[in-house]
């Protein structure tokens, strides 16, 4: 795929991704439904809909500011985005130790 150009403003893109980012700092590792609704309580203006936030994720991805994990217990999948300085361990709760080959303390 060839790389994303986002169509706003630089200084929208800054205060919008850094909105995502703090989000996703804050509260993440989280899924695109959990993250919109975040979004949508903070009120950030300029992100119009969950598709947008798509593209600006895919966007932030690109450029290493987030990355996307997979999380998959049994038939399951679920992909997480969190930023690079987020434990991975926080969201694993649902199936502990279903399909998993290391185990995660809670102790930290």
């Known amino acids: 795929m060839?790389?994303?150009e986002l169509k706003m403003p630089p200084e929208q893109t800054q205060t919008i991704t850094r909105v995502i980012f703090d989000v996703l700092k804050e509260h993440g590792p989280l899924t695109i439904a959990d993250t919109w609704q975040h979004v949508?309580?903070?009120g950030l203006r300029?992100?119009?809909s969950k598709r947008h936030m798509k593209v600006v994720?895919?966007?932030m991805r690109e450029r290493q500011k987030?990355?996307?994990l997979c999380n998959h217990?049994?038939?399951h999948k679920q992909f997480l985005y969190t930023?690079?300085?987020t434990k991975s361990g926080n969201k694993q709760t649902r199936h502990p130790g279903v399909g998993t080959s290391t185990s995660i303390s809670?102790?930290?």
């Open 46 to 48: 300029g992100l119009n």
């Open 83 to 85: 930023t690079w300085f």
């Open 73 to 75: 217990v049994g038939p």
């Open 40 to 42: 949508k309580e903070v």
């Open 106 to 108: 809670k102790s930290s």
């Open 66 to 68: 987030v990355k996307l």
């Open 2 to 4: 060839k790389p994303i």
């Open 57 to 59: 994720l895919r966007w």
